[in-house]
């Protein structure tokens, strides 16, 4: 069964501060990998994709399928990066289909 | 651009009682999603449509139906409430090689 974990629920860093929010998977085949983002009393958007390899607002992720990881990383946090971030992975070409994980809520102290 | 709209924004519920969420979207876009959000617990897949009239069962399904007679709604019918889908209820709309594009969510509670 294919399975997302996010080991932390709470993650708290000072701005200016590197963060790294971590993601380990279980899925057998190639999923795509995404990181979703919720801020406060928004809707839930997409933040990186790993097919992209875009960087978005400072974040990047690396898929490792050796260690079968997509951490998201930011070199130098900000107050307005708090918000509740989800990984989530899907088969190939079926993005309708998301597993998420339980999310983690980062808090950039000022 | 409205995206995807959801309606009711809130909603409370009796234990039995049946009620309809509502999901429109205005991107022409072939797949639509409903999951729910619970404390502690993530997303998770409820139904799912890859096309009008075509639907199919995500990771929890059970006291809920859904169809999909158009491109655009995608409406989610709980047939009994119970209080155990006291939940936030979104809907999501996608089309191959896009990302998903979520609604703002629909808060239920059932007593």
């Known amino acids: 069964a294919q399975r997302v974990t996010q080991p932390e629920k709470l993650l708290s860093v000072f701005k200016g501060a590197p963060v790294e929010l971590k993601c380990n998977y279980s899925?057998?085949?190639?999923?795509?990998l995404f990181w979703y983002v919720q801020y406060s009393r928004q809707r839930l958007q997409l933040l990186l994709r790993h097919i992209s390899r875009e960087s978005i607002k400072g974040f990047t992720a690396d898929l490792n399928k050796g260690e079968t990881s997509f951490h998201l990383k930011k070199p130098f946090a900000q107050e307005e990066d708090s918000a509740m971030y989800y990984c989530?992975?899907?088969?190939?070409?079926?993005?309708?289909?998301?597993?998420f994980g339980k999310g983690t809520l980062l808090t950039v102290n000022p | 651009n409205a995206g995807v709209t959801q309606t009711p924004k809130f909603q409370v519920l009796k234990t039995g009682q049946s009620m309809t969420l509502q999901c429109a979207q205005d991107m022409n876009h072939e797949y639509m999603s409903w999951y729910r959000q619970d404390p502690g617990m993530g997303l998770r897949l409820i139904h799912y449509s890859v096309g009008a009239g075509i639907t199919d069962q995500g990771e929890v399904p059970n006291g809920y139906n859904v169809s999909r007679s158009t491109t655009e709604d995608f409406p989610l019918r709980l047939l009994s409430a119970a209080p155990s889908q006291t939940s936030v209820y979104f809907c999501a709309s996608s089309r191959t090689d896009s990302e998903a594009f979520f609604g703002q969510g629909t808060r239920l509670t059932v007593v």
């Open positions: 899925y057998s085949g190639s999923p795509e």
């Open positions: 989530a992975l899907s088969p190939r070409g079926s993005n309708y289909k998301l597993t």
